[in-house]
């Protein structure tokens, strides 16, 4: 027998209580898991974003539009390398449950700055020539079990009407990061009709999309954009792409740091837990430390079977934990992917799931731990019996 | 069988007291004894009268308030409680009134217990235990866990256990006070034969005249102060 076995079989003495204690760290271990998943989906957008692409907006609010007209000044500013441009479009997909985000964007300039959208030769050619044709990403795709070919009606908020659109691409992300859940088509095809609906809106864009030869010069760039356009009617504000994505999650960041808050009140939850359990199996089994103590094992070896059982706990908890956060993870992915659209569990998140386990599993035996460890045997041997 | 083989225990001018709140109860006081190799004595007394005290302090488990406790030749009274952990590990062998067996584990990993403070390999504790097994004639049993067996044989177990390091004494407090007269008998036989067949020097609070009969002196302890002599067995 090895020493390190014991903790193994004192943990199985009681295996209602392990097995609950290990049930709660599991639950607890999932959840941790699957809110610092929310909180990374919460900022995969600003994680995903290029750092050799600036948006750039009217200054006053997103909903304001910008001119047509500002594309080719913007494409003679020093390091700029292409320009695009795009609108929100806002349609609803039979119903407004549906919900996915649709743009209307300059298509051939936009496949070209979003290298990460991956879309087969044809596809891509198809989209381009195409005016009403349009792309989707492939969990969109999946979500309405579209097909190339397919006819897709898009209601407009916006823009009123019923936009028909015929589905030409779907593409996939380049990176687990990368947001499958877009839908774009031409920016074209909405003017045309703006022109001949609502002629005081047609011309105008919801955003430039600017790609940059050096990331390191993007903030010069940002201010020499933002300059050609200094007390005109349309003032821009440019700002790299991370920094755009930034200030929407900004908007929310109070849920974000309430979910971060909650996700480390359920570790320190089953940490209490957990030392609870610890508490009590050394006191039962204090007189079982002092007879080991009186056959010569020392406090370091009492302290590494008390720290060995809980751990054992912690751990086994934390890998059916992590086990189990995976499918749950698909599940609340599928669930929630028009608002979350990356959700993905990081590494990072299994290594906080590791070491919060460590954590409690250490934590929860300190006390008990010591206790083994500083009672006197005479004082253990009375105990029993 | 008294023996004029130099002492292995010596004791002196042992004092032990416990403060009890504001008390101090003074348990054990001036104690002198030499304990000779190969020796079988019983402490006798009752309840309170500090004879599992100076049984725990021969035995290196509990520290005195003054005096010396010396053991083989080694003055345990000095040791730090590491050093105390590692030459109890090597030097005493407990047997306990109510067996203290590891539940979890089997009569074999029991008695493997101490061996694993030991450099010994594998085969070699497999080879120790199966003898002290043997000796307490429960090597059929190896595979059995405690609760699966009776009180006489637990205790057999517990003695396997305080046997298998080879100690240079065996300490037992009342070694058959949870058991029934025929497992007492067996367990006192079997402490006698470790003592006469083995040479074990063994040391044995008892309250138990029968059990006391089987050592070679019987010493007294009254209120913590020692007879002035040895008696012998009742």
Redesign the interface.
């Known amino acids: ?3 390190a076995k ?1 903790p193994f ?2 943990a ?2 009681h295996k209602l209580r392990t097995g609950l204690t290990i049930l709660g760290i599991t639950v607890a271990i999932l959840a941790f898991g699957l809110l610092r998943t929310v909180v990374q989906a919460w900022y995969s957008g600003v994680e995903g974003a290029s750092a050799t692409r600036l948006v750039t907006r009217n200054a006053i609010s997103l909903i304001f539009p910008l001119p047509l007209s500002y594309r080719e000044k913007i494409r003679q500013v020093q390091g700029v390398t292409s320009v695009s441009y795009g609108q929100w479009f806002g349609g609803v997909y039979i119903t407004e449950k549906n919900f996915f985000p649709n743009f209307a964007v300059e298509a051939k300039s936009y496949l070209e700055l979003y290298p990460e959208f991956v879309l087969p030769e044809g596809e891509r050619k198809a989209f381009v020539l195409d005016r009403k044709a349009c792309v989707a990403g492939r969990k969109v795709a999946e979500r309405f079990g579209w097909k190339i070919g397919d006819t897709i009606v898009l209601k407009g908020t916006i823009f009123p009407g019923d936009w028909e659109l015929v589905l030409k691409g779907i593409y996939s992300g380049a990176q687990k990061t990368t947001d499958e859940t877009q839908f774009f088509f031409h920016w074209d095809y909405v003017n045309e009709s703006i022109r001949k609906t609502m002629p005081g809106m047609a011309d105008m864009v919801g955003f430039y999309l600017i790609g940059v030869r050096d990331p390191g010069q993007a903030t010069e760039v940002a201010v020499a954009v933002d300059s050609l356009f200094k007390n005109s009617l349309a003032e821009t504000l440019t700002e790299t792409e991370r920094a755009f994505q930034l200030s929407f999650v900004t908007m929310t960041e109070a849920i974000v740091a309430v979910i971060q808050a909650v996700s480390f009140i359920i570790i320190f939850i089953i940490m209490a837990v957990t030392a609870n359990t610890m508490a009590m199996t050394a006191r039962e089994r204090i ?2 430390y002092a ?9 370091r070896q009492i302290a590494a079977l008390v720290f060995g059982e809980s751990l054992f706990i912690s751990l086994t908890g934390c890998a059916i934990g992590i086990a189990l956060t995976y499918p749950a993870a698909a599940w609340f992915g599928d669930a929630m992917g028009a608002f979350l659209p990356v959700f993905n569990v990081a590494r990072s998140t299994l290594y906080m799931d590791i070491a919060a386990a460590l954590v409690v599993g250490l934590v929860a035996a300190a006390f008990p731990a010591w206790r083994a460890v500083t009672v ?3 004082d253990g ?1 009375r105990r ?2 | 069988m008294a023996n004029n083989k130099p002492p292995i225990v010596v004791i002196r001018n042992l004092s032990k007291s416990y403060t009890r709140g504001i008390q101090v109860v003074r348990v054990l006081e001036d104690i002198s004894l030499d304990i000779a190799d190969g020796e079988f004595l019983a402490l006798m007394g009752p309840s309170g009268s500090g004879k599992s005290t100076l049984l725990n302090l021969v035995a290196g488990i509990d520290t005195a308030d003054s005096g010396r406790v010396t053991v083989g030749g080694v003055d345990i009274s000095g040791l730090t409680e590491t050093g105390l952990a590692r030459w109890r590990a090597l030097h005493v062998g407990f047997i306990f009134q109510f067996y203290n067996l590891i539940p979890v584990l089997s009569a074999f990993e029991n008695v493997e217990l101490p061996l694993l403070l030991t450099g010994l390999s594998r085969k070699e504790r497999h080879e120790h235990v199966g003898a002290a097994l043997g000796i307490v004639n429960l090597g059929d049993r190896m595979d059995h866990y405690p609760s699966e067996l009776s009180g006489g044989q637990q205790q057999r177990v517990a003695i396997a256990r305080a046997l298998v390091t080879d100690p240079t004494i065996l300490v037992a407090d009342e070694p058959t006070g949870d058991l029934d007269r025929v497992s007492a008998e067996d367990i006192l036989g079997l402490m006698t034969r470790l003592n006469c067949e083995f040479g074990k020097t063994i040391v044995m609070v008892t309250h138990d005249p029968r059990a006391a009969d089987k050592a070679h002196i019987v010493r007294h302890l009254e209120k913590g102060v020692l007879d002035a002599t040895g008696k012998a067995p009742l």
């Open positions: 027998m090895q020493l014991l079989k004192n199985l003495r007189g079982e007879v080991m103590k009186t056959l010569g094992f020392g406090g006197k045997i005479a041997l029993i019996g």
